[in-house]
């Protein structure tokens, strides 16, 4: 679809569609990620795909150390078990903590020092 797009490009005709500058994007004229909802999928889906493959993966990952430490005399009882995922937001605050200030407050203080010393070297010579 790029060559194409850079071909069609090269037409005087299709001049106006501006088609070599947006061969990258395969010819469509906008950002990659508004794309129509009947033209592809959503984002939301893709997310969504991407997280029931990730949680499939964690399962099946967590049933096979299940199954690697158990002994073989108790079997495969807990095979129908399922795993509970809680993924939440919650605010924490903003800014720093009272050490991470301090820190911030040195840094600050040493990079305006380096500033004044760098002035008053340029001045002096």
């Known amino acids: 679809m790029i060559s194409a797009c ?3 490009g090269a037409r ?4 106006a569609l ?3 500058p947006w061969a990258h994007m395969l010819g469509f004229r906008g950002h ?7 033209y592809s999928t959503t984002l939301g889906c893709l997310r969504r ?3 029931d493959w990730r949680m499939r993966r964690i399962e099946a990952a967590l049933r096979n ?3 690697d430490h158990l002994d073989d005399d108790q079997g495969d009882e807990d095979a129908g ?7 939440q937001w919650q605010y924490r605050g903003r800014g720093h903590s009272p050490g991470e200030a301090i820190y911030a407050n ?9 500033r004044r010393l760098a002035r008053q070297v340029t001045q002096d010579a």
């Open 106 to 114: 040195t840094i600050a203080h040493d990079l305006a020092e380096n």
């Open 12 to 15: 005087p005709e299709l001049e």
């Open 81 to 87: 078990e399922s795993i509970l995922v809680i993924g």
């Open 65 to 67: 150390l299940d199954r």
């Open 18 to 20: 501006r088609l070599r």
């Open 6 to 8: 850079w071909t069609l």
């Open 49 to 51: 795909a991407r997280h």
């Open 32 to 38: 990659f990620s508004t794309r129509s909802r009947r």
